[in-house]
């Protein structure tokens, strides 16, 4: 069974920077996409953020085009957010994935096979 542990979220004012991090315990992630998603309290589970096996090709929501970056260390097998210029909405639980059945980029929610807990983000205004 793969793990995936999130770590980084917390309380930031708006204009702040928070750094997500998701280490995995499978053997290797270097030829899987993975992917950031998030979850309002009340909505539904929504893409932020998609990067290829290499990190060659990434995507973006367009709401947070510009402020977040995903990259990804293949060696530490770890998968990151940086998150700069936050704002209250963004406010959700966060949530990295992994697809073992794809090394491009997907933004489907059900194209991912294993999800970490969660991390929460807060942002105050």
């Known amino acids: 069974q793969v793990q995936l542990v999130e770590s980084g979220g917390g309380l930031v004012q708006a204009g702040g920077s928070l750094r997500l991090s998701c280490a995995t315990s499978r053997r290797t992630i270097s030829s899987l996409a993975m992917g950031w998603f998030r979850q309002a309290p009340g909505k539904e589970r929504e893409f932020v953020a998609a990067?290829?096996?290499?990190?060659?090709?990434?995507h973006y929501t367009d709401s947070v085009k510009g402020r977040f970056t995903i990259s990804r260390d293949n060696a530490k097998k770890t998968l990151y957010l940086q998150m700069n210029s936050l704002k209250p909405e963004d406010t959700a639980v966060y949530y990295c994935?992994?697809?073992?059945?794809?090394?491009?980029?997907?933004?489907?929610?059900?194209?991912?096979?294993?999800w970490g807990q969660g991390t929460q983000v807060t942002v105050s205004s």
């Open positions: 994935a992994l697809d073992i059945n794809n090394p491009y980029i997907t933004i489907k929610n059900d194209d991912y096979d294993y």
């Open positions: 990067i290829s096996w290499n990190g060659g090709d990434t």
